[in-house]
């Protein structure tokens, strides 16, 4: 496998979450970070006011584009009751890199990312389980996950559910 080139995507940040005084806010989440899973190279944005709040994961609709900033937009509110993560899957937006193999973007594959990530938030925020929002294909991945692992999720919203 090669390497993604991190030079660019590493310095990308998000602002911090702060109080209406602007100071920053303690013991919130404010991270755009890069993680591994299924030996791939992959990014998420975290953002809540509180790290004790319930995670919220979002799996985005479609292949090669980023939900990462339409989501914090339209999400924004919700990270005063929950911490919201936006997942750029394998080859989609910050996650797609020259030379990316194309070839391992399959539903099971993206279903099992999924799930490690999962894996790493319960154990991150100390959480049993989380919200799972889907949309469009990530309907598709969030209905395989739930199948799955019943047990790491509170609830599934759906939107644009495909069948």
Do not use: C
């Not at 303690?26 to 809540?48: D, F, K, N, P």
Request: glycine share 10%.
């Amino acid at each position: 496998m090669r390497r993604a080139d991190l030079t660019g995507p590493a310095r990308s940040s998000t602002p911090p979450i702060l109080h209406p005084d602007g100071t920053p806010a303690h013991g919130s989440v404010a991270a755009l970070e890069h993680i591994t899973l299924g030996e791939s190279h992959q990014w998420v944005l975290l953002r809540g006011h509180s790290s004790t709040n319930p995670v919220v994961l979002f799996l985005s609709g479609g292949l090669d584009g980023s939900d990462i900033t339409t989501i914090r937009r339209l999400l924004g509110e919700i990270e005063a009751q929950a911490t919201v993560v936006t997942w750029d899957s394998r080859g989609a937006g910050k996650s797609l890199f020259a030379g990316f193999p194309r070839g391992t973007m399959t539903v099971r594959q993206l279903t099992a990312d999924a799930l490690e990530l999962v894996a790493h938030l319960r154990k991150r925020f100390g959480q049993k389980r989380i919200v799972l929002v889907g949309h469009s294909l990530g309907t598709v991945v969030a209905v395989r996950m739930v199948q799955e692992r019943p047990e790491w999720f509170s609830a599934y919203v759906s939107l644009g559910q495909l069948v």
